[in-house]
């Protein structure tokens, strides 16, 4: 839904930290939906490579995104992968905080964004739903 307002030098950054995240909880415990969504996010981004070969540091990679619209929009994106599985697990979520710091978010802010994502992703549900009938 965001990934549009990423630019170019920011593609490889955020496949890369989206890759961290999913790994964030141990190695073995990636849900099936949450490849596939981020399957999903590298054909939208149009980048084909193979995340599970990217690497970097967090600092690092954190540095790619300059402005606050780059760096929100990363962050629901990223929000909304730790919840494809239906559960935010703790390792996912301090990931996240810790990244959130570096991008200068809030506390707040950050639950306000977790808050949206639960929000969202229960209205797409809902939807399904409709389709279902």
Same mark, same amino acid.
């Not at 070969?53 to 619209?69: C, P």
């Not at 994502?117 to 809902?126: A, I, P, T």
């Given at each position: 839904?965001?990934?549009?307002?990423?630019?170019?030098?920011?593609?490889?950054?955020?496949?890369?930290?989206? @890759?961290?995240?999913? +790994?964030?909880? !141990?190695? !073995?415990?990636?849900?099936? #939906?949450?490849?596939?969504?981020?399957?999903?996010?590298?054909?939208? /981004?149009?980048?084909?490579? +193979?995340?599970?070969?990217?690497? !970097?540091?967090?600092?690092?990679?954190?540095? =790619?995104?300059?402005? @606050?619209?780059?760096? @929100?929009?990363?962050?629901?994106?990223?929000?909304?992968? =730790?919840?494809? +599985?239906?559960?935010? =697990?703790?390792?996912?979520?301090?990931?996240?905080?810790?990244?959130?710091?570096?991008?200068?978010? #809030?506390? #707040?802010?950050?639950?306000?964004?977790?808050?949206?994502?639960?929000?969202?992703?229960? /209205?797409?549900?809902?939807?399904?739903?409709?389709?279902? +009938?």
């Amino acid at each position: 839904m965001f990934l549009g307002f990423l630019r170019d030098n920011q593609k490889i950054p955020f496949l890369t930290l989206s @890759h961290k995240l999913l +790994d964030s909880d !141990g190695a !073995g415990k990636v849900a099936q #939906s949450e490849l596939e969504l981020l399957e999903a996010m590298k054909n939208e /981004l149009q980048v084909h490579v +193979d995340v599970a070969s990217l690497n !970097g540091d967090e600092k690092e990679l954190s540095q =790619a995104f300059k402005d @606050h619209r780059e760096r @929100h929009a990363a962050m629901l994106e990223l929000i909304g992968l =730790a919840f494809v +599985d239906n559960e935010f =697990a703790e390792a996912e979520k301090n990931f996240l905080l810790c990244l959130s710091k570096k991008w200068a978010i #809030s506390e #707040s802010r950050f639950s306000d964004m977790v808050n949206w994502v639960r929000r969202q992703l229960d /209205l797409v549900r809902e939807a399904k739903r409709f389709l279902e +009938d």
